[in-house]
């Protein structure tokens, strides 16, 4: 694969003493044989962010992993026993990102820490496959859409439901959905509506303490590189690993969590990929300023009517996923009704998509969830954490990404990070 500067990896092996090194330790099961990529041909990864997420994305088909990366040296060290001798272990993203013979980062970080990894992977030349949500901020995830089309790197936000898989309770992949919705069977403007009703929860469980009292640091922590940009707060296990959704330092709580997974597909179902919700209502207790808390309804409006509801309350009984002024679809919508998968099945095929990240990177061309339309669907579980933190309705300009005549909401569009950190 071609590199920034033009030299790649089978060039550099030929070129350099020290990637011959790393030549010669790769395995002899990984060199050669039947069915064997050589090792100049094939694409290689690290993850960086160990935690639970991070374990479950240590292989995949297309690369093969090199490094691992974790600032938890107990994390590190059970991932690095059960992976090949080859595979290397960092406490610190920057070593990873100086090797050159790393193609794709991974990072399964919390996600205070996505934007700034993956603009510093941009930087270094790499591609990059990140968890979501894509960004803390709306501001953060501007920077990492210019950063990733500065640099021309391939970006892949790890949510897949509007490519791959049944959509939760749908019984259903989101394609025959799109294909309804895009033949307009249903009317327009349409209303979504995302809550318990239609299969969704939002895992209010996950919300932050507000009685931490200070705990000593574990010695193999290094508490200071795991905040990074966020602001000192003392230590306690309850804001660290599993448990740090809850606080706002860190993301926004179950909505944060599975916001991208469940907003994204509507996003695309409303062909919204490139704009955002002019007005978000909420509807939620006063909130806590450092532990998120629940909240019990959230309605983003766009500006041609369409609404997507957030009914974190559960008290939309009988609700369809989708309704507009023709017709209403209801989760298993293909089961229920006689003769309508063989309808669906007619109607035109929605635009095909690169659902391979490898194939991504191998031509360049732009995976089906990328650093752009990945950014909006971001926007919106943002725009609803902010609404939530403030506790007050909001209009919202989605060409400049700003909010109308609210400084106290635009002051979260960028907040400050901890020095040295910055984007």
Same mark, same amino acid.
């Given at each position: 694969?071609?590199?920034?500067?033009?030299?790649?990896?089978?060039?550099?092996?030929?070129?350099?003493?020290?990637?011959?090194?790393?030549?010669?330790?790769?395995?002899?099961?990984?060199?050669?044989?039947?069915?064997?990529?050589?090792?100049?041909?094939?694409?290689?990864?690290?993850?960086?962010? /160990?935690?639970?997420?991070? =374990?479950?994305?240590?292989?995949?088909?297309?690369?093969?992993?090199?490094?691992?990366?974790? /600032?938890?040296?107990?994390?590190?060290?059970? /991932?690095?026993?059960?992976?090949?001798?080859?595979?290397?272990?960092?406490?610190?993203?920057?070593?990873?990102?100086?090797?050159?013979?790393?193609?794709?980062?991974?990072?399964?970080?919390?996600?205070?820490?996505?934007?700034?990894?993956?603009?510093?992977?941009?930087?270094?030349?790499?591609?990059?496959?990140?968890?979501?949500?894509?960004?803390?901020?709306?501001?953060?995830?501007?920077?990492?859409?210019?950063?990733?089309? =500065?640099?021309?790197?391939?970006?892949?936000?790890?949510?897949?439901?509007?490519?791959?898989?049944?959509?939760?309770?749908?019984?259903?992949?989101?394609?025959?959905?799109?294909?309804?919705?895009?033949?307009?069977?249903?009317?327009?403007?349409?209303?979504?509506?995302?809550?318990?009703?239609?299969?969704?929860?939002?895992?209010?469980?996950?919300?932050?303490?507000?009685?931490?009292?200070?705990?000593?640091?574990?010695?193999?922590?290094?508490?200071?590189?795991?905040?990074?940009?966020?602001?000192?707060?003392?230590?306690?296990?309850? %804001?660290?690993?599993?448990?740090?959704?809850?606080?706002?330092?860190?993301?926004?709580?179950?909505?944060?969590?599975?916001?991208?997974?469940?907003?994204?597909?509507?996003?695309?179902?409303?062909?919204?990929?490139?704009?955002?919700?002019?007005?978000?209502?909420?509807?939620?207790?006063?909130?806590?300023?450092?532990?998120?808390?629940?909240?019990?309804?959230?309605?983003?409006?766009?500006?041609?009517?369409?609404?997507?509801?957030?009914?974190?309350?559960?008290?939309?009984?009988?609700?369809?996923?989708?309704?507009?002024?023709?017709?209403?679809?209801?989760?298993?919508?293909?089961?229920?009704?006689?003769?309508?998968?063989?309808?669906?099945?007619?109607?035109?095929?929605?635009?095909?998509?690169?659902?391979?990240?490898?194939?991504?990177?191998?031509? %360049?061309?732009?995976?089906?969830?990328?650093?752009?339309?990945?950014?909006?669907?971001?926007?919106?579980?943002?725009?609803?954490?902010?609404?939530?933190?403030?506790?007050?309705?909001? =209009?919202?300009?989605?060409?400049?990404?700003?909010?109308?005549?609210?400084?106290?909401?635009?002051?979260?569009?960028?907040?400050?990070? =901890?020095?040295?950190?910055?984007?």
């Amino acid at each position: 694969m071609a590199r920034k500067n033009g030299i790649n990896r089978r060039t550099f092996l030929k070129q350099t003493a020290a990637a011959a090194t790393v030549f010669t330790i790769v395995p002899r099961r990984v060199l050669g044989g039947p069915g064997h990529t050589p090792p100049s041909e094939e694409l290689t990864k690290a993850v960086i962010g /160990v935690g639970g997420m991070g =374990r479950g994305h240590l292989r995949y088909p297309g690369a093969r992993l090199l490094a691992v990366c974790d /600032v938890d040296r107990g994390h590190l060290n059970e /991932v690095l026993a059960g992976t090949e001798d080859y595979v290397k272990g960092y406490t610190d993203f920057r070593e990873v990102l100086e090797r050159d013979d790393i193609d794709i980062v991974h990072i399964p970080t919390p996600p205070h820490w996505h934007a700034l990894i993956a603009i510093a992977a941009a930087n270094a030349g790499k591609d990059i496959w990140c968890e979501k949500p894509m960004a803390r901020t709306i501001g953060e995830g501007q920077k990492v859409i210019e950063a990733v089309q =500065r640099n021309e790197r391939m970006f892949r936000l790890n949510t897949w439901f509007r490519f791959r898989d049944d959509f939760y309770d749908f019984g259903s992949k989101v394609k025959p959905i799109k294909q309804v919705v895009d033949s307009g069977m249903l009317g327009w403007p349409l209303k979504v509506v995302v809550g318990k009703t239609t299969g969704f929860t939002f895992k209010f469980q996950w919300s932050g303490r507000t009685d931490l009292t200070p705990q000593p640091v574990p010695e193999e922590l290094d508490y200071d590189m795991w905040l990074g940009p966020a602001p000192y707060k003392p230590y306690h296990p309850h %804001r660290v690993h599993q448990t740090f959704r809850g606080y706002w330092d860190y993301d926004g709580g179950g909505l944060g969590d599975m916001g991208q997974h469940y907003l994204d597909p509507v996003q695309y179902l409303l062909g919204k990929d490139d704009t955002s919700p002019v007005e978000i209502e909420v509807d939620a207790p006063q909130q806590h300023d450092d532990a998120v808390g629940s909240w019990r309804r959230i309605t983003y409006r766009y500006a041609d009517g369409c609404e997507v509801i957030l009914d974190g309350a559960g008290t939309d009984e009988g609700a369809a996923y989708i309704e507009g002024p023709e017709g209403k679809l209801f989760q298993k919508f293909e089961s229920d009704i006689t003769g309508l998968k063989e309808k669906v099945d007619a109607l035109p095929d929605p635009a095909p998509q690169i659902a391979d990240f490898s194939e991504s990177v191998r031509t %360049r061309k732009k995976f089906a969830l990328n650093e752009s339309n990945g950014h909006r669907s971001c926007t919106l579980v943002n725009l609803g954490v902010i609404a939530v933190r403030l506790g007050r309705n909001l =209009r919202f300009d989605p060409d400049a990404q700003r909010f109308i005549d609210d400084e106290g909401a635009n002051r979260l569009l960028h907040q400050p990070m =901890r020095g040295p950190w910055h984007v």
